[in-house]
């Protein structure tokens, strides 16, 4: 029987990520995939600031920007009655070069520690299998399929069967995560139940990714990274030659037989004399949600869309589920290192549940932006009527509060106070190291993102470094905890930081803060790492 600490099934983006956060932490997996090569299908087109910052972490953010959008293309939206019709409005959306500009002038702790990254899944899974193939720690199997497990009080076993070959493997872990998508197997196999439901008004739609260097057609009204025409989405993927349309269905049958002629169902729906070079892919999909009744069953924990599905609207489906990756694989790792007990698994459903299922009503939230500004088209309101709806709306692209601002607020595992909850707004990320938060990003006096002061394991962020860590360093030493200290100096750090010292966690969440020693250090060090 093969053994691992750790069984990540699936090899998409975040079980990929889920692998690499716990080689970040020293610890072994094996990373199942029933597929063979990346995926050809463009499912995702951007990774926000949030998943960037972990990415950086992860040393992997540097190869995602050479693969994705160059740095000086803008990110705007374009909404219109179509190409053959007029345009709407424009949703004007910084580049990666303006947001960089803007994270260094205002430097007021508001700002992400790495902008946004246009980039399809297309592009951004052969980045992240690369990083995982070269880390020793990761033994990735592709072609390999999970088809059910058995848990017991030591760990899991799992039964996984090679799909060229069909032979048979049982493969013994501490641990396992789930990333296996939407018709998770894992899911299914433990048990867990899921709510589901579709979209009124949006029974079905057809996806045609296409090749086309018809600049004349495709910008008439502009350039563009989404263009919205209610009928139907077109996407730029690379600025170049690459894009995808949506066209949304009717009746729930209507796509039921796909277009024997994808090109020219394309141009007819555009109304559009395009120029395709060639039709990729095509697809029928069914736009919908669902969250999982629970994200975890005793040793096993579910990540990304087996947890979760949204509507592509805020793109929150994938960057929720990097962040389910980076704290499913901290805690699993912390547990299979032993110094983590066992409250480390209890709090992870109770963080990131409740932000998968802030972030699905979200992208309902920002769907509801589209659908109602279609019923005003249909209703024969005047257009200036729907551009000003739109322009009033506009937060699907940024709600730094939904991507940088969730907070742990009811997790068994930090170190809660009295004082009140600093204000939460979906478009403005408060910046506050309130326990269960992220704590504000900025540049040090040297020019270096505080984030980069961090280690992979926990932090001490020390603004004194004069002795008043000591207690907490000795206490995370006796108990076996990794804790970095780090002292800054930095007095503009100091203010938005809000307290002398900040203990942070591998997924850069704050623990504990305060101006002066705990009087129970033993306690904090506890509560952190699950042991209560």
């Known amino acids: 029987m093969d053994q691992a600490p750790v069984l990540v099934v699936g090899a998409g983006p975040v079980g990929m990520t889920a692998a690499l956060a716990l080689a970040r932490q020293g610890v072994a997996c094996v990373l199942a995939e029933q597929g063979v090569e990346t995926s050809a299908h463009p499912r995702l087109d951007y990774v926000n600031s949030r998943s960037m910052e972990f990415f950086r972490r992860l040393g992997v953010a540097d190869d995602i920007r050479r693969a994705g959008v160059a740095p000086e293309h803008r990110a705007d939206v374009i909404w219109s009655t179509g190409l053959a019709g007029e345009p709407l409005t424009t949703w004007?959306?910084?580049?990666?070069?303006?947001?960089?500009?803007?994270?260094?002038?205002?430097?007021?702790g508001t700002q992400p520690a790495e902008p946004g990254q246009r980039i399809?899944?297309?592009?951004?899974?052969?980045?992240?299998?690369?990083?995982?193939?070269?880390?020793?720690?990761?033994?990735?199997?592709?072609?390999?399929?999970?088809?059910?497990?058995?848990?017991?009080?030591?760990?899991?076993t799992s039964h996984l069967t090679d799909v060229t070959t069909g032979e048979r493997t049982r493969l013994r872990s501490r641990y396992v995560i789930g990333c296996d998508g939407a018709t998770s197997r894992v899911r299914e196999v433990v048990g867990i139940g899921a709510e589901d439901f579709d979209v009124p008004g949006l029974p079905g739609a057809f996806m045609v990714h296409f090749k086309s260097r018809d600049l004349a057609a495709l910008h008439r009204h502009g350039r563009f990274?989404?263009?919205?025409?209610?009928?139907?989405v077109l996407i730029a993927q690379d600025e170049t030659d690459t894009w995808t349309a949506h066209v949304n269905g009717v009746t729930p049958d209507e796509f039921d037989t796909p277009p024997t002629d994808p090109a020219a169902f394309l141009r007819e729906t555009l109304r559009t004399d395009l120029t395709i070079d060639k039709v990729l892919l095509t697809s029928r999909w069914r736009p919908g949600f669902m969250i999982a009744d629970r994200y975890r069953a005793g040793r096993v924990l579910l990540a990304g869309d087996c947890a979760h599905r949204m509507f592509p609207t805020g793109a929150y489906g994938m960057n929720t589920g990097i962040g389910d990756a980076v704290d499913a694989a901290w805690k699993t790792a912390a547990l299979?290192?032993?110094?983590?007990?066992?409250?480390?698994?209890?709090?992870?459903?109770?963080?990131?549940r409740p932000v998968g299922l802030r972030n699905l009503h979200t992208s309902h939230r920002h769907l509801g932006v589209h659908l109602t500004a279609g019923a005003l088209l249909r209703a024969g309101a005047p257009l200036d009527a729907v551009a000003a709806h739109l322009d009033a709306e506009r937060g699907e692209n940024e709600y730094r509060g939904v991507e940088l601002g969730y907070r742990y607020r009811d997790s068994p595992v930090i170190c809660h106070e009295d004082t009140p909850e600093p204000h939460w707004s979906p478009g403005r990320y408060t910046p506050t190291t309130w326990p269960g938060g992220r704590p504000p990003g900025l540049l040090l006096d040297d020019g270096t993102p505080i984030l980069d002061r961090l280690a992979p394991s926990f932090t001490l962020v020390d603004f004194t470094g004069d002795g008043r860590a000591h207690p907490l360093l000795a206490e995370a030493t006796a108990q076996?905890?990794?804790?970095?200290?780090?002292?800054?100096?930095?007095?503009?750090?100091?203010?938005?930081?809000?307290?002398?010292?900040?203990?942070?966690?591998?997924?850069?969440?704050?623990?504990?803060?305060?101006?002066?020693?705990?009087?129970?250090?033993?306690?904090?060090?506890?509560?952190?790492?699950?042991?209560?």
Not at 510 to 529: E, F, L, M, T
């Open 336 to 352: 299979v290192q032993g110094f983590g007990g066992p409250a480390l698994l209890d709090s992870y459903p109770s963080e990131r």
């Open 225 to 232: 990274w989404h263009y919205f025409a209610f009928r139907y």
């Open 480 to 532: 076996g905890l990794p804790l970095s200290h780090t002292v800054i100096t930095d007095t503009h750090a100091r203010e938005l930081w809000e307290r002398d010292l900040v203990l942070l966690r591998p997924d850069h969440h704050v623990a504990w803060r305060g101006n002066r020693p705990h009087p129970d250090p033993a306690a904090v060090i506890r509560r952190i790492r699950g042991a209560g």
């Open 92 to 108: 004007r959306l910084p580049s990666v070069t303006e947001e960089r500009r803007r994270i260094a002038e205002h430097n007021d």
């Open 120 to 156: 399809s899944q297309t592009e951004l899974e052969p980045v992240l299998r690369a990083h995982c193939r070269r880390e020793p720690l990761i033994d990735l199997r592709c072609g390999l399929r999970f088809d059910t497990l058995t848990q017991d009080d030591d760990g899991v």
